[in-house]
């Protein structure tokens, strides 16, 4: 497996947002993650107004936009656990669901609400995807250690970067063992699926330990190379006159959009 081909999403291109620093990019996502989600129900000029931010950003960068919308709609199943508001917020009813001895109240405001939930989920993932596309890995990593993000959560972030396809490439040897070892001559899938869930979970508990141990050789390796915990980059420069600037053009836009709301 690749970073390129499933995880890392940053596509090298020439533009004005590729060359802009990765802190005033990570800063700026950051404050629009918090402005979306401080935007009250039913706001829909100021979603609009989001929208319409992170278009602009989007074409600056030259990405795409059918990969940008697509990587996007992973944050649709997640928001669909705030579907029972639609039923559970008193308000106007809608419509009315019968099942047997109880009824579901479909009302105006909760609809409202999860409507709400749904576009500020996906406004934030616009966002976030728009960073990474345009961001490399090791400059986020950067990034947030300048934001002061504490060394911890940076040295987990980092090592799954690292090791994440590791596991998965142990875990498709273990499905090519097993698919070698229980063939059928027909082509169907051998064995009942009881028996099938039995080596399932074998095989995640194999994978368990595999990788429990791998990660104990890995930091034994490090401890001995003199690693402390500290996810060390090269000496990062000041930020310049024009992006502070460039923060502070983009929080005060956001402040008139909370203001707008």
Request: aromatic share 10%.
């Amino acid at each position: 497996m690749s970073h390129i081909q499933f995880l890392d999403l940053y596509q090298d291109e020439d533009s004005l947002i590729h060359r802009q620093d990765p802190r005033v990019k990570l800063v700026i996502t950051l404050a629009v993650i918090v402005a979306v989600t401080a935007l009250p129900r039913g706001a829909w000029i100021s979603y609009l107004l989001c929208l319409l931010y992170v278009a602009v950003i989007g074409g600056l960068s030259r990405v795409q936009p059918q990969l940008i919308l697509k990587r996007s709609l992973v944050a649709i199943p997640f928001a669909l656990a705030a579907l029972t508001l639609i039923f559970t917020i008193d308000g106007m009813p809608l419509a009315t669901l019968r099942l047997g001895d109880w009824s579901l109240s479909l009302t105006r405001e909760g609809l409202v609400a999860f409507v709400s939930i749904l576009i500020k989920a996906w406004l934030s993932m616009l966002a976030a995807t728009l960073l990474v596309t345009t961001t490399t890995f090791p400059s986020l990593i950067g990034a947030a250690r300048w934001l002061r993000v504490p060394k911890v959560i940076v040295s987990v972030v980092s090592f799954m970067y690292r090791y994440i396809f590791v596991i998965a490439d142990e875990a498709l040897r273990l499905f090519r063992a097993r698919e070698a070892r229980s063939a059928n001559p027909e082509g169907k899938p051998a064995g009942s699926v009881r028996w099938r869930a039995s080596v399932l979970g074998g095989m995640i508990g194999s994978l368990f330990i595999r990788s429990y141990e791998r990660s104990e050789r890995i930091y034994a390796a490090m401890l001995s190379r003199g690693f402390d915990g500290e996810v060390r980059t090269l000496r990062i420069e000041k930020l310049a006159l024009t992006d502070v600037l460039t923060i502070g053009t983009f929080v005060v836009f956001l402040a008139a959009v909370l203001m707008l709301s």
